[in-house]
């Protein structure tokens, strides 16, 4: 699988962006697929996750509530909906995909994903 993302860029606090991942090869519902995001000097956090089996979104202490992730089947892509972004928000943000079906607590973790796109950079202004 390869993973493309896109839409990054500068926002003023408060402000949204809608990051893109796509997916080539098999479809994303095959894979957890989540999102993470790395600050400078910092390691990459996990932001939001989903197994599209049921068991819903999962998402990081941070974000919950103000970000949403969902896939559109037809484009093969998933997104990540960020609103009341906020400077601290600022980072690279990657999408990834997980071939390993790792459990809901497993999923806030890197190792269980075996394939990263070349993440998109996020700078919210205040």
């Known amino acids: 699988v390869q993973l493309q993302a896109s839409g990054g860029g500068l926002v003023q606090a408060g402000g949204s962006l809608r990051l893109s991942c796509a997916v080539s090869?098999?479809?994303?519902?095959?894979?957890?697929m989540a999102w993470f995001r790395q600050a400078p000097g910092k390691v990459r956090e996990f932001v939001v996750g989903?197994?599209?089996?049921?068991?819903?979104?999962v998402y990081g202490d941070s974000v919950n509530g103000r970000f949403t992730m969902s896939g559109a089947s037809d484009e093969n892509t998933v997104y990540l909906q960020m609103n009341s972004l906020r400077p601290e928000d600022t980072a690279i943000y990657y999408c990834?995909?997980?071939?390993?079906?790792?459990?809901?607590?497993?999923?806030?973790?890197?190792?269980?994903?075996?394939?990263w796109g070349q993440g998109t950079q996020v700078t919210v202004s205040s």
């Open positions: 989903n197994r599209w089996s049921g068991s819903g979104t």
């Open positions: 090869g098999r479809t994303f519902k095959s894979y957890v």
């Open positions: 990834a995909a997980s071939t390993s079906r790792p459990t809901i607590g497993q999923m806030f973790t890197t190792r269980q994903y075996q394939c």
